[in-house]
């Protein structure tokens, strides 16, 4: 096989750059080493930028989640039980769209085959070979045996587990990281979110943040210990905790049901430098993870890919290499700014065990100060409404 941009991992980050890649005339083939059906079916973020909502619309892919994404305007911060709300649309003129992953993926995986593009699912012992030559190559294995697919560049849209940013040669790559010592313990449920906004919560107990997928279902999180076992989170027991967190207004107007899936996310600030090695480059968590406290993981592999599918076009269609060889350092410069946002807001909302008290009350006064201060809230809206693409 051969295509023009063999692409390793088919979330969102890799099925958005070969459609955006198509849409400029561009083959390329996408090898995933799991099943459509899981892929799809796999339940993370769920808060679009603007800019994100924008090219998605733009490209073709704005139809279902016009009519059945939400928009917000705002959101609120829970401090101790006492709600503010933050207006993203009058401070920043933005706002962001609650539409799942699941559903960016449906319409992507929908569009990429519509457009008769290939992916390759169930693809085992993905490899990737001569990235530093003229002819690099990805290989996997199928039930039929192995397999080969020739291409001019790789990209490694494989997240955080995927095998294109090991194989690497340790000398040519830096990563620097910063772990968080909890976890996000998850529920989905059939019932009314609390709010038509999303809250987020600090709380002495620690963090909680109500937020949803539809009128109808909600989606949960709560600050847990590292060493959390699900079988000592029934429902009950979070729901009472959410109630808690979240404060009295929440508490008394709260539905409780069963949920539908429970999950525990790790938080992690991951980012590989650079991006790019010869002809093979890194898009989304593949190249940085974010604590999805800021919900920016989605939105920075959207803006990565944005500017990659930009460079090969330049390469394929005017013989430039410029795109391509200023693609890591565009891209690290908005990796680098979402990782700031991205830790300080979860520094201020989480509670962090055997911490002097001193530090719970600049929290507090951090807060205090970014629900209280046009500038404060100004600077903190336009981060999460999504800065501007690099
Ligand atoms: P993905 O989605 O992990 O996709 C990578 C794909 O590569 C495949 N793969 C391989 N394929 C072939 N060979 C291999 N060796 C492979 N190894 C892996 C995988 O099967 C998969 O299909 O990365 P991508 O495309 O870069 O997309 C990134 C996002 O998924 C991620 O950043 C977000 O989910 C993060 N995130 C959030 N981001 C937001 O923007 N807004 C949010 O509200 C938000 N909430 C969240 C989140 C992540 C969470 N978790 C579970 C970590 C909430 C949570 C709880
Ligand atoms: C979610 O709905 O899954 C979600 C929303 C906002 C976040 C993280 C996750 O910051």
Redesign the pocket.
């Known amino acids: 096989m051969r295509t023009q941009v063999g692409i390793?991992?088919?979330?969102?980050?890799?099925l958005l750059l070969s459609h955006l890649l198509h849409r400029q005339g561009i083959d390329s083939v996408i090898?995933?080493?799991?099943s459509r059906a899981?892929?799809e079916g796999?339940i993370?973020?769920?808060?679009?930028e603007q800019g994100t909502v924008d090219l998605l619309a733009e490209t073709g892919l704005g139809a279902r989640m016009a009519r059945e994404g939400l928009v917000h305007g705002g959101i609120e911060i829970a401090i101790d039980g006492a709600r503010h709300r933050i207006d993203l649309a009058a401070l920043t003129g933005k706002s962001v769209t609650v539409y799942g992953?699941t559903e960016v993926t449906k319409d992507l995986i929908e569009a990429r085959l519509a457009a008769g593009g290939t992916i390759v699912y169930e693809?085992d012992e993905?490899s990737v070979h001569g990235f530093d030559s003229d002819t690099p190559s990805i290989r996997?294995r199928t039930a039929d045996g192995p397999q080969e697919l020739h291409c001019d560049f790789i990209a490694g849209?494989?997240?955080?587990?995927?095998?294109c940013r090991p194989s690497v040669p340790a000398g040519r790559i830096r990563t620097y990281e910063r772990v968080y010592p909890f976890n996000?313990l998850?529920i989905l449920s059939q019932t009314e979110p609390v709010s038509d906004e999303l809250i987020y919560a600090s709380h002495d107990r620690g963090f909680a943040l109500a937020?949803m997928r539809s009128h109808a279902l909600s989606r949960y999180?709560i600050q847990c210990d590292l060493d959390v076992k699900l079988d000592d989170w029934p429902d009950e027991r979070i729901w009472d905790e959410l109630k808690t967190r979240l404060g009295p207004e929440a508490a008394a107007t709260i539905e409780t049901g069963p949920s539908i899936e429970k999950?525990v996310?790790p938080l992690r600030s991951v980012v590989a430098e650079p991006m790019r090695f010869g002809r093979m480059f890194l898009?989304?968590?593949?190249a940085h993870?974010?604590p999805?406290t800021g919900?920016?993981?989605?939105?920075?592999?959207v803006a990565d890919v944005r500017v990659l599918a930009e460079a090969f076009a330049e390469h394929f269609r005017d013989g430039s290499s410029a795109g391509i060889d200023s693609y890591s350092e565009r891209a690290l410069k908005r990796v680098w700014k979402a990782q700031r946002f991205s830790w300080w807001f979860s520094a201020q909302l989480h509670r962090y065990d055997g911490a002097e008290p001193f530090a719970r009350r600049l929290q507090l006064a951090e807060l205090d100060y970014l629900t209280g201060s046009e500038a404060a809230s100004h600077a903190f809206a336009e981060n999460y409404v999504g800065l501007p693409f690099g």
């Open positions: 390793v991992g088919g979330g969102p980050a890799g090898v995933e080493r799991r899981y892929v796999r993370r973020a769920g808060v679009l992953q693809a993905v996997w849209c494989d997240g955080f587990h995927g095998v996000w998850g937020s999180y999950s996310a898009a989304g968590d593949a993870i974010v999805p919900a920016k993981g989605l939105n920075l592999a």
